[in-house]
């Protein structure tokens, strides 16, 4: 089982810099929703690892389309986490966009 490094995380979410994800004059409702959004996405990342020896049962289980439903699952408990509060990364992130969005209109 591999760990999950942080810094991949951000390095798969990087391509958006803050600048990106905020435009000027974003609203707070629109930065909110991308800070939650990289919050589901990186505990989605975290949970992948915890669910990779899981294997199917029964005669219903497996078959072509399980690892893809279960990664959509996996998906999809990161913006249940994430939306229930997360882990505090979505208000490091929005405090980094109202941060970016400041400078820009300087």
């Given amino acids: ?6 810094s991949t995380a951000t390095m798969a979410y990087q391509s958006q810099a803050p600048q990106a994800l905020a435009p000027k004059g974003a609203s707070l409702r629109e930065m909110n929703k991308q800070a ?5 996405f990186f505990l989605s990342q975290a949970l992948q690892p915890m669910f990779e020896n899981i294997e199917p ?3 219903f289980g497996g078959g072509p389309g399980n690892d893809i439903w279960k ?3 996996v998906d999809e408990y990161g913006k249940a986490l994430a939306k229930s509060g997360g882990i505090g990364i979505a208000d490091a992130v929005m405090k ?3 941060i970016a969005q400041e400078g820009m209109s300087q």
């Fill in 36 to 40: 939650q959004d990289f919050e589901a």
């Fill in 1 to 6: 089982m591999s760990g999950i490094d942080i």
């Fill in 96 to 98: 980094q966009l109202l």
């Fill in 57 to 59: 049962e029964g005669p």
């Fill in 71 to 73: 990664s959509m699952q």
